[in-house]
């Protein structure tokens, strides 16, 4: 299969763990050799979170460079822009319509950037903006945003939407499968 | 069949493999994944263990009974168990004994950049070093062979990015290692002078056959391919040579210690320009200027922080990679922040208040020196906050013990609190620590320890009463509070720091993490009580948000904990209800 590269970013605790197991093992099920590679401790405490995906023939290092990511999933509109850099031209670039502020905007000692999808979508062409939240709500659970936003994802890959449903459902807890496969196929139809 | 495992699953998956029946380990990130998953399999003892230190001896009695046994900790980790690792390497092992190491460059969650290739020479004890998860289980396997074909302790070095990596590995059988028989043997394992000046011999013959066998081993390998360049490298620095370099000539080198010479020079005969590559300290590098082998190394790269590939490129190969747009946004840091519902924040709120020294240790609650909460004053390691606030005071006089606390989490006082406390009371010190009892290790994902009273497969067991410890080592002022309860904890912090002797405090709240903590609901602001004081921004509560021209609640992310209620004096915070009720 050709190689791709999948970059997760988003804030601690948004769920991007499970995020890259899914993708981990939709990568295994196409047959390619997989790399996933994570931080945990004490970034995950509501820091600025980057999980990597890379799929392939044989994938040498586990983590993704500047101008290397195939495809940048973005749980929140900060973290899309730091990490903005790391994307192809060509990328696919998903961003949830979110906003967390982080502590030095929250005691004002920073301003949050103003306008961020349109910035990125001035000089990528290939950008989706997605209100992952509210799609999660209406699927039932807040929780759920991680897996909207593999939905909208899984729109952009050749893998077929059957593999994906199986994956999430042998991923996911059992009392939680339906919420999540409901949630993947709202981000899958956008 | 191929399965996708961490690093660190894949570990304890070779532990599993090959047999071994007892793991042992004292939990700190990017290691604490191996006993987590070394405690799924039913056939192996395991357990958390107060520190490194007890976790290691428990190991090397494990062998020297007769069993294939572990122990697994991070970097820092192996300081504190360094003692009995440098007499193990003397006493040697019985059943196979296998130490995990894992290091943090980058220190994504450590206090130093310690290179444990560095400590294991010191101490003499081989080191393998595994580059992908598949190497974790294969070298994990060997290791144990090679820990009793050479009676030796074996470390498995590991980084962060082997560690908390997946990738695809070939599962085998589970061996079955029969216990070894256990027979007295003084010479070998009671070491006083005469014993140890014998097996110190054996130390240095077993190395020098260790090197032989590290020229002829199939862990370190030569990859030929175009030989104007050649890399040694290993670990993860090696999947980061090969992107870079792409078809040099590369020596992986899976044991790192001792090297291997022989192969090192044919390797160095057969191509142009060497470059080593290796995280951290140059230890193979420094090796192969001993040998005079010209090789480079930290003149281009560096000896701080991680590697990667296009640092390599930029760095070795003069590549650098363009910036492929014209955003030039100021970004704000997102650091890490202690969560919404926190117990810490109340107490790191008030030791502000006070304007109190407070003396710091290793937990979440180091998160406690950040803006705005800006209270912590000091962290150097595990239960050092104990014994440097008696030092101020000792040094300072009794004046500064009045403006002075030690605060650390019930985890890192067990782990070695116990022993600062005890030097206060008997070196006559007046200090007052408080134990941030939140009922599990919060920082590196919420394991038991003695203090929770439950073990790490979840049995219930005998639990540590802080209390009784305290007041057994001659503590007579200790006091129990709730973090929560803003004016009763002030007035107690209050009249300890003024005692004139030795006091504890015990702020008591469970982890707002843990699945048994329930709140009532999330809080919203009456914007019509709300005087925009911002008194509540000092909490440094992440669900608080200040919008500039008016304060409100993320409902998404308040707990509902009510710590905010207490410090507004307009009683402005609501309850509104929601997904937490």
Known sequence: MRSTSIMIVGVGGQGTLLTSRILGNVGISTGADVKVSEVH??????????????????????????????????????????????????????INTQRIDPMPVITGKAKYPENIIEKIKAEYQNVAAVPALELAKAAGSIKAVNVVMIGVLAKRTEIPEDTWIDVIRKTVKPQFVDINIEAFRKGYAL | MKKLMLGNEAIARGVYEAGATVATAYPGTPSTEITEYIARYDEIYSEWSPNEKVALEVAIGASVGGARSTCAMKHVGLNVAADPLFTAAYTGVNGGLVIFVADDPGMHSSQNEQDTRIIARAAKVPVLEPSDSQECRDFTREAFRISEEFDTPVIVRLTTRVAHSQGLVELGERENVPLKPYAKDPGKYVMMPAMARKRHVVVEERLARLAEFSDTTTLNRIEWGDRKIGVITSGIAYQYAKEAFGNASFLKLGMVYPLPEKLIREFAANVETIYVIEELEPFIENNCLRMGIEVKGKALLPLIGEYSASLIRERVLGQKQEKLNSINEEIPVRPPVMCAGCPHRGIFYLLKKLKLNVTGDIGCYTLGALSPLESLDTCVCMGASIGMAHGMEKAMGKDTARKTVAVIGDSTF???????????????????????????????????????????????????DLVKLCQAVGVDRVRVCDPFDLAETERIIKEEIAADEPSVVISQRPCALLKNVKFNGVLKINTEKCTKCRMCMRLGCPAIVDRGTHVEVDPALCTGCDLCTKVCRFNAFERLGGENA
């Open chain 1, 41 to 94: 401790g004490m970034s995950q405490r509501g820091g600025s979170v980057v999980t990597y995906v890379k799929m392939g023939e044989k994938v040498n290092s586990p983590i993704i460079e500047k101008g290397e990511a195939d495809i940048l999933l973005c749980f929140e509109e900060l973290e899309a822009l730091r990490w903005i850099d790391y994307a192809k031209k060509d990328a696919s670039i998903i």
């Open chain 2, 414 to 464: 067990i782990h070695s609190g116990i022993t600062g406390l005890i030097d206060i009371v008997y070196n006559k010190g007046t200090s007052t620590v408080i134990i941030l009892d939140n009922s599990t290790t919060g920082m590196t994902g919420h394991q038991d320890n003695p203090a929770t009273g439950f073990t790490i497969k979840g049995e219930p067991t005998r639990q540590v």
